[in-house]
């Protein structure tokens, strides 16, 4: 896939380090349930959720900045392993929250991969080096994003971006390596 890119994509994806990820509509769905005592439920993809996992393994940082909070949302990056200071909830401005997030890693935009789906987005995902959106994002941020998954948000958006940036920077097959042997996937049958 990375030598089917077009060359100036490749040059986005090799300085970036970090994922920065929206929650609503990328890491989710998008779909809010409310129950008699307020937000009851998001739905997460586990995909998703092992893409983020590949990610850190490879030695990425990932972060969150939403404008919604939720203990449900801190609850889910705890179990994904993301650290606490680089999920940032609440946020009414994303460019400030990447200055941010930038300065606790050290980095720089070009060093950034950011992914969002809608407007208050779009700040954040015009600074990054490598921006994406899923298949449903708002007409704006399709036309901001240097990729546009194949998949909604919260369907495998985050995973195909994933898999891009492990493929890019030539980290894929060493993580593909713990589950699929020289003799195909342990314990399917081929």
């Known amino acids: 896939m990375p ?7 490749r040059e986005r994806l090799d300085p970036i380090r970090v994922l920065v990820l929206d929650v609503d509509g990328v890491l989710t769905d998008g779909i809010l349930l409310y129950g008699p005592a307020g937000e009851a439920v998001k739905q997460f993809s586990v995909r998703d959720g092992l893409a ?5 393994d490879a030695g990425f940082s990932v972060a969150v900045v939403t404008g919604r909070r939720s203990e449900i949302i801190a609850t889910r990056c705890r179990d994904l392993g993301l650290r606490d200071e680089l ?3 609440g946020s009414r401005d ?9 300065r606790r890693l ?3 935009d070009h060093q950034v991969a950011a992914m969002g789906d809608d407007l208050p ?4 995902l015009e600074r990054a080096g ?14 901001t994003c240097h990729l546009v998954c194949g998949v909604p948000g919260g369907r495998g958006a985050i995973r195909e971006v994933a898999e891009l940036l492990l493929k890019a920077q030539g980290r894929w097959q060493s993580q593909v390596g713990r589950w699929i042997g020289p003799d195909g996937p342990k314990g399917c049958p081929r």
Do not use: H, N, T
């Open 106 to 108: 050290g980095l720089a």
């Open 52 to 56: 983020i996992r590949l990610l850190l």
């Open 121 to 124: 987005d779009i700040p954040m």
């Open 130 to 143: 490598f921006a994406a959106c899923p298949a449903d994002a708002a007409p704006e941020v399709l036309a």
């Open 94 to 102: 994303k460019a400030a929250d990447l200055d941010e997030l930038e």
């Open 87 to 89: 999920v940032i909830q």
């Open 3 to 9: 030598s089917r890119l077009p060359a100036a994509v």
